[in-house]
């Protein structure tokens, strides 16, 4: 056990639907990682917050925002949704700002677009 | 553009053998690099790291070779055993950049431990 909650761990939806992805850290990290794994993709890094502000982005599409709240969990909210969202996101969480350290991941959630 | 490549999606090594996994990267401004294991229905879990100033880490039964000239790391698991079968992932991180842009991850090689 990781430390690190993602929730739900499973979503089936539609196109064009809306959809929110938590995540709450282990206890005292500060950093959580938005990451996207799709089908026969490597872990695409979407978004970092650190502390409750936007750290760093990567490859996050501008249907697809996050956000960090006071008590450290994390939310990643997709929109419009297409197929192609279909994958497996994963939050991670680490004591340090930057990228030096180990980054602890939570189980994922899946999400499914029909 | 991959700037992390891991080029053998899978790999199968007899039990009790050495597994060698590698992993090339582009952009020299990474400086430190890891390796996660992930396991089916699970996260990535760390497995060992290294920094640029070293060449060579060992934990164990884990050892990681850094190449920098080459731009070329390599996992070396020694000797293989049937739990460690799950896919394999190299991480790269520019730590003199902040590594404010989290761990760039390449695709991750299967690993699977024949007995």
């Known amino acids: 056990d990781s430390g690190v909650t993602q929730t739900p761990k499973h979503l089936i939806t539609a196109t064009g639907q809306r959809v929110t992805l938590r995540c709450s850290p282990r206890?005292?990290?500060?950093?959580v990682y938005w990451y996207q794994q799709s089908l026969d993709q490597g872990l695409q890094f979407l978004i970092q917050y650190y502390n409750g502000e936007e750290r760093a982005k990567g490859n996050i599409l501008e249907r697809f925002s996050a956000q960090q709240f006071p008590d450290l969990h994390s939310e990643l909210n997709l929109s419009s949704l297409e197929l192609g969202d279909s994958a497996l996101y994963f939050c991670?969480?680490?004591?340090?700002?930057?990228?030096?350290?180990?980054?602890?991941f939570g189980e994922g959630s899946r999400l499914t677009v029909l | 553009d991959q700037q992390v490549k891991q080029n053998s999606p899978s790999l199968s090594v007899q039990e009790g053998r050495i597994s060698i996994l590698n992993c090339d990267y582009t952009?020299?401004?990474?400086?430190?690099f890891l390796w996660y294991k992930k396991y089916p229905a699970e996260g990535p879990t760390f497995l060992i790291s290294?920094?640029?100033?070293?060449d060579k880490n060992e934990d164990g039964r884990f050892t990681v070779f850094l190449n920098k000239s080459a731009k070329h790391l390599s996992l070396h698991i020694v000797p293989s055993q049937p739990g460690d079968s799950a896919v394999y992932f190299c991480a790269a991180s520019g730590a003199v950049r902040g590594g404010a842009d989290g761990l760039t991850f390449g695709k991750g090689t299967h690993l699977i431990i024949q007995p």
């Open positions: 991670a969480s680490s004591v340090y700002p930057g990228g030096l350290g180990e980054l602890f």
């Open positions: 952009n020299s401004m990474f400086d430190y």
């Open positions: 290294i920094s640029s100033i070293k």
């Open positions: 206890s005292g990290d500060l950093s």
